[in-house]
């Protein structure tokens, strides 16, 4: 890049630095988008194909979050599409696929005004007056329960985990799900709030997905470091351990020099008994159960075992903590320096099953909000789907508890919105009229890929949604089993009002950013630029920097 000064090119940029500018710049972004949104757009709905992934390991899957997630994406504007659907898995943990699909279709509808000669500008603030539209309208088609309401929160975990490999057993499932939630459902100046965090989900291989089970405390993939330790520990006393119960060896270039036979016995048993006082002031503390971050060495373990105390080892860190909430312990950073209030309380630790099937199980816990998810499959890619789809329908269930607001599903509030926002857009002056217009026609995509996943004519499907909605059924969608139109609330087939929102704002503030940008610098080599090389299939610039 150079200006000119008096005749003279004056050089602003690195050499080598690529620039796109105007309208190929934003075309090369949009196209990047739409891909992304391409590559997820056929995993959409009950009837959505699965997506198999292939790197270190194999995943299968058509979770829109974990495609997106696993594929490795260079593009910077593909990568905002990722970035939507990352902030709608963290905040309601559904819909990533929908506000990928429906950012891509927005960008598809710019991108014929803009061939128009239609000024960004216009389209942006177009669109930003169609979402918060869009929102108010929301209100108008919103159901509103309660978390007593047990068959509406079954229907919200059904839905969300539909399409997503537990179909088999998803009515046992939901009610683990609704059960697990309705437990650590917390409420704090009237206002109600789940963490997510208080719920421990295990995977274990074997035997069927109906023989998951939800247990009230904590369940651990662990068993005891020695058999000479107890099994079952009544009324247990918790010391949950972050540091190595060994003899700390010395850390200082230090040389030991022993002369006799006499003085490696000395120097042995003192080892032994730094190691038996570490155990004795564990148990000094009444403790009976200690989990440890990290190992146990052979001396401890036979302390530990001798002082009837049922020790587990190598505890994962996320997992130590969530059992230090749950038996209200502090963790123990130093073997020397604890006390009796560090410990924890649970009225049963237990080991169960057999040879490798071997859990401990910490349950009566003092928290009675920490329960676990044991999700039993026939193999690792079920068990592995089935998490997934928990994890969906956990943060669903959730946020109906925290908002208690619902809306019926299978394109129905999207079909809805359409029309309205096209009586709307009849209302508006000026060319922010035709970016409205184009926003009611993006929303068509959630119901048209529904149908199109299901094998059904979109047309055809399309025509009827509206028609049955001009009639006045607000609830109307589309049954991908038999192919018409029912009302979804009856059928049980509803979402998360924040699910709705959440996709709406995530795809326009998206789509309006990537309209946005009309200059894109790619630094090629140097410490100051990314790494050079093209954009391959996608059509666009390097990574880089944008303007």
Known sequence: MAAQLGGQPIIILREGTERTRGKEARNNNIMAAKAIAAAVRTTLGPKGMDKMLVGGSITITNDGVTILKELD??????????????????????????????????LEQAEELLNQDVHPTNIATGYRMASEKAIELLKD???????????????????????????????????????????????????????????KIEKRVGRSLDDSELINGIVLNKDRAQTNMPTRVKNAK??????????????LEAEIKISSPGELA???????????????????????????????EDIAQYFL????????????????????????????????????????????????????????????????????????????????????????ALRAVGVVIEDEKLVAGAGSPEIELSLRLNEYASTLKGREQLAVAKFAKAMEVIPR???????????????????????????GGLNVYSGKVENMWENG????????????????????????????LAATGGSGGASGGGMGGMGGMPPGMMM
Not at 454 to 470: C, K, Q, Y
């Open 238 to 251: 918790l010391a949950l351990i972050t540091r190595p119960i060994e003899f700390s060896k010395m850390e």
């Open 73 to 106: 994406i260079e593009h910077p504007a593909a990568k905002m599409l990722v970035e939507v659907a990352k902030t709608m898995d963290d905040e309601v943990g559904d819909g990533t696929t929908t506000a990928a699909v429906l950012a891509g279709e927005l």
């Open 305 to 392: 075992a001798k002082a009837n105390i049922l020790a587990v080892e190598r505890v994962e860190k996320k997992d130590i903590e969530k059992v230090a909430r749950a038996v209200g312990a502090n963790l123990i950073t130093s073997v020397d320096d604890f006390e009796v209030s560090d410990i924890g309380s649970a009225g049963l630790v237990e080991i169960k099953g057999k040879s490798e099937d071997k859990m401990l199980y910490i349950t009566e816990c003092s928290n009675p909000r920490a329960v676990s998810i044991l999700i039993r499959g026939g193999t690792e890619h079920v068990v592995d789907s089935t998490e997934r789809a928990l994890e969906d």
């Open 449 to 475: 890929t529904l149908a199109e996943n299901a094998g059904l004519d979109p047309i055809n499907m399309l025509a009827e949604l509206r028609s049955e909605h001009e009639k006045g059924n607000k609830d």
């Open 141 to 199: 088609i919103t159901h509103t329960i309660t978390q007593d309401d047990e068959a509406a929160l079954l229907n919200i975990a059904q839905t969300a985990m539909t399409g997503k490999g537990a179909e088999s057993s998803k009515e046992k499932l939901a009610q683990i799900v609704v059960s697990a939630i309705r437990a650590i459902v917390d409420e704090e100046d009237g206002k109600k709030s789940v963490d997510i965090d208080n719920i």
């Open 493 to 520: 087939v509803i979402e998360p009002l924040r699910v709705k929102t959440q996709a709406i704002y995530s795809a326009t503030e998206a789509a309006i950013m990537i309209l946005r940008i009309d200059d894109v």
């Open 266 to 296: 000395e120097y042995l048993d003192r080892e032994e008994q730094i190691v038996k006082d570490i155990v004795d002031r564990i148990a000094a503390t009444g403790a009976n159960v200690v989990l440890c971050q990290l190992g146990i």
